[in-house]
Nanobody, 117 residues
Framework: QVRVEESGGGLVQAGGSLRLSCAAS????????MRWYRQAPGKQRDLVAT???????KYGDSVKGRFTVSRDNAKNTMYLQMNSLKPEGTAMYYC???????????WGQGTQVTVSS
């Protein structure tokens, strides 16, 4: 059983910053890829950032230059530093974890980020 838990969301003014965390626990041998997604009400879930075991990163076009993803492999934890937040960044942010040697992926329940204008 693998558990994924996000934290760090909240209410912030436009231009502000937040740091999200994603902690994976349970029957984990080794984590492969970790991803952040977000979903605004009535919209599809979009990929925000991806980070590999080796630290290679990719970002969605809308967050490039403002968001930074990182991870601590020893703690099975991923972070998302979000700067210069915009109102359109208001969404539920989800963590997705893929284990080495598995095709299954695991999701957390999400953490809400609200950016006021």
């Amino acid at each position: 059983q693998v558990r994924v838990e996000e934290s760090g969301g909240g209410l912030v003014q436009a231009g502000g910053s937040l740091r999200l965390s994603c902690a994976a626990s349970g029957s984990i041998f080794s984590i492969n890829v970790m991803r952040w997604y977000r979903q605004a009400p009535g919209k599809q879930r979009d990929l925000v950032a991806t980070i590999s075991t080796g630290g290679n990163t990719k970002y969605g076009d809308s967050v490039k230059g403002r968001f930074t993803v990182s991870r601590d492999n020893a703690k099975n934890t991923m972070y998302l530093q979000m700067n210069s937040l915009k109102p359109e960044g208001t969404a539920m942010y989800y963590c997705n974890v893929v284990l080495w040697g598995s095709t299954a992926d695991y999701w957390g329940q999400g953490t809400q980020v609200t950016v006021s204008s």
